[in-house]
């Protein structure tokens, strides 16, 4: 029993750490914010970050996986197996959209994450680690069930691997989406819906078409 809560406190410990860390490097950016600002934040200890995380850079790696998960598992939820492939990508797309309707902070998080990778200095052991996250992320890619249904229903005819296509939806998504977000946060104002559903019409165009451009 006791153990069992010292395990329940340390992960909330952690989650606040990672809560605290994440609304920080929003507002400051990823290069500004220290450990003792992210302890301030949280209202721990040095001793208690260091029980959780080596380094800002192990804390930092830490969310931007974090998000990619919790992206992930949200989009991959919306999906039901009695579809063919091309609606269940549909409604993958549409999910997705509405996660970045719900989360825009996060989507900005993961493009400044992108964005300042090569030039941050995380150490080799961090760098493999996220190398790995990612290599497992696109062997076992969230996208990959429903265009691999839809390569043997047929509602999908790109001759393109359903591997490559999981990969350039993904890249051309977070593209599109962290735009319109920081579009939001400039113009205070919701996502441009007519820009967006034409966005993902051109996209399933694509995806389910046999006919790839010269």
Same mark, same amino acid.
């Given at each position: 029993?006791?153990?069992?809560?010292?395990?329940?406190?340390?992960?909330?410990?952690?989650?606040?750490?990672?809560?605290?860390?994440?609304?920080?490097?929003?507002?400051?950016?990823?290069?500004?914010?220290?450990?003792?600002?992210?302890?301030?934040?949280?209202?721990?200890?040095?001793?208690?970050?260091?029980?959780?995380?080596?380094?800002?850079? !192990?804390?930092?790696?830490?969310?931007?996986?974090?998000?990619?998960?919790?992206?992930?598992?949200?989009?991959?939820?919306?999906?039901?197996?009695?579809?063919?492939?091309?609606?269940?990508?549909?409604?993958?797309?549409?999910?997705?959209?509405?996660?970045?309707?719900?989360?825009?902070?996060?989507?900005?998080?993961?493009?400044?994450?992108?964005?300042?990778?090569?030039?941050?200095?995380?150490?080799?052991?961090?760098?493999? !680690?996220?190398?790995?996250?990612?290599?497992?992320?696109? !062997?076992?890619?969230?996208?990959?069930?429903?265009?691999?249904?839809?390569?043997?229903?047929?509602?999908?005819?790109?001759?393109?691997?359903?591997?490559?296509?999981?990969?350039?939806?993904?890249?051309?998504?977070?593209?599109?989406?962290?735009?319109?977000?920081?579009?939001?946060?400039?113009?205070?104002?919701?996502?441009?819906?007519?820009?967006?559903?034409?966005?993902?019409?051109?996209?399933?165009?694509?995806?389910?078409?046999?006919?790839?451009?010269?």
């Amino acid at each position: 029993m006791n153990e069992n809560w010292h395990q329940q406190l340390g992960n909330k410990h952690r989650d606040d750490l990672i809560a605290a860390g994440k609304e920080l490097f929003l507002k400051y950016g990823l290069l500004q914010v220290k450990i003792k600002d992210v302890c301030t934040k949280a209202e721990l200890s040095r001793v208690t970050f260091y029980k959780h995380f080596q380094s800002m850079d !192990e804390l930092l790696l830490a969310i931007q996986m974090q998000l990619i998960e919790h992206l992930t598992d949200e989009v991959s939820s919306a999906s039901t197996k009695d579809l063919n492939g091309r609606e269940q990508l549909t409604v993958m797309l549409n999910a997705w959209v509405v996660y970045a309707q719900n989360h825009p902070d996060y989507i900005r998080f993961i493009q400044l994450f992108d964005i300042n990778y090569e030039m941050y200095d995380f150490s080799p052991e961090l760098r493999e !680690e996220y190398d790995k996250f990612n290599q497992n992320g696109k !062997e076992k890619h969230f996208l990959m069930d429903a265009l691999s249904q839809g390569v043997v229903d047929g509602s999908i005819k790109n001759p393109s691997p359903p591997l490559d296509l999981a990969q350039f939806i993904f890249t051309t998504m977070m593209g599109m989406l962290q735009r319109m977000v920081t579009i939001r946060a400039a113009h205070d104002n919701s996502l441009d819906m007519r820009m967006t559903e034409q966005f993902l019409k051109m996209l399933l165009h694509f995806v389910c078409s046999e006919e790839i451009p010269e």
